[in-house]
């Protein structure tokens, strides 16, 4: 049973242009929730979705930022006109349901650096 | 709203001395607690968890960690420190009614020197 697979594993961008990051949950999985960690930070919490839906954005910014979960297909974490200040690890977790205290799985991450 | 701190940046600790990695939590209700692991440029490996019952929790690599409701604490311990250890330690909470949306704790870096 492969573990949650993000890719690409580095990405490099300039500024203004777009980013997609993409993160295949574990199988079995139908919840996937996105985390930024800037660098010697923690993890900050962007945005949970479930198959088709966002469940919650709360962490996620205002502008340029957006995420998705089809129905087919990985997940989708889309920033668009990037800025240096977007460079960071970009994480992937998944988990099985809703139900509290289920642990979350994560990817290996993606690391985008915007020069 | 929820918030994990972990009040030391770095840890030293000899190898095969006892460690402890500190955490204390806010949150409304009763909490959901965890500890992950990351190893440079690598994701977060699930340590342990706490969700009821004892609050001696055991989990991988030898660590356990003791859930403190009344000094809203969970901290990581092992007896005896291993070189390999040394790593990023993330504490993190979630509520029954979140999902499992985490909120992390900023991280401390246990160094074990031989």
């Known amino acids: 049973n492969a573990g949650v697979m993000q890719n690409p594993r580095h990405l490099v961008r300039r500024r203004g242009q777009e980013a997609r990051l993409r993160c295949s949950p574990m199988?079995?999985?139908?919840?996937v929730y996105w985390y930024r960690q800037l660098p010697e930070e923690g993890l900050k919490f962007m945005v949970y979705?479930?198959?088709?839906?966002?469940?919650?954005e709360s962490g996620m910014p205002k502008e340029r930022f957006s995420a998705e979960f089809p129905k087919e297909g990985p997940s989708i974490l889309r920033i668009q006109q990037v800025v240096r200040g977007d460079s960071a690890a970009y994480f992937c977790a998944s988990s099985p349901g809703t139900t509290g205290g289920t642990e979350a799985f994560f990817g290996q991450g993606t690391r985008l650096t915007v020069v | 709203a929820q918030s994990v701190a972990q009040p030391e940046d770095q840890v030293n600790v000899a190898e095969g001395n006892p460690l402890t990695v500190k955490c204390t939590y806010s949150v409304s209700g009763n909490p959901y607690l965890f500890w992950y692991v990351q190893y440079p440029n690598r994701g977060l490996q699930f340590l342990l968890k706490?969700?009821?019952?004892?609050?001696l929790v055991k989990g991988s690599y030898g660590f356990e960690a003791e859930f403190n409701k009344s000094q809203t604490s969970f901290h990581l311990k092992k007896p005896s420190a291993l070189v390999s250890d040394s790593a990023l330690y993330f504490c993190a909470v979630s509520q029954f009614n979140a999902g499992n949306m985490l909120t992390f704790g900023g991280g401390t870096r246990l160094m074990v020197k031989p």
């Open positions: 979705l479930q198959k088709e839906n966002i469940i919650d």
């Open positions: 199988k079995g999985h139908s919840h």
């Open positions: 706490y969700i009821t019952g004892d609050n």
